[in-house]
Nanobody
Framework: QVQLVESGGGLVQAGGSLRLSCAPS????????MGWYRQAPGKQRELVAR???????NYADSVKGRFTISRDNAKNTVYLEMNSLKPEDTAVYYC?????????WGQGTQVTVSS
């Protein structure tokens, strides 16, 4: 069973920064892609950013230029650097890992941005 351990959420003022971390129980190289999704109250879960094994990335339009996804192969960890945070970024953020037809999820970490 794959486990994704997330950390780094919290409360921050608008304009501030946070960095989320996600460490899988298996090797990061065993996954085709890893990403971050978020779900705000009353809304559907949405893709925030995704990075493939080859390093290709894609972002939601709402976070382009503010968020950066990266991977540290030596630390077996994927990061989401979030800058210039806005109140509308408030949500539970979930780490996701894809392997074949399987998709794995972390437990979620709360990010709250105050105005």
């Amino acid at each position: 069973q794959v486990q994704l351990v997330e950390s780094g959420g919290g409360l921050v003022q608008a304009g501030g920064s946070l960095r989320l971390s996600c460490a899988p129980s298996g090797s990061i190289f065993s996954f085709y892609a890893m990403g971050w999704y978020r779900q705000a109250p009353g809304k559907q879960r949405e893709l925030v950013a995704r990075i493939t094994k080859s390093g290709s990335t894609n972002y939601a339009d709402s976070v382009k230029g503010r968020f950066t996804i990266s991977r540290d192969n030596a630390k077996n960890t994927v990061y989401l650097e979030m800058n210039s945070l806005k109140p509308e970024d408030t949500a539970v953020y979930y780490c996701n890992a894809e392997r074949g037809f399987e998709s794995y999820w972390g437990q979620g970490t709360q990010v709250t941005v105050s105005s």
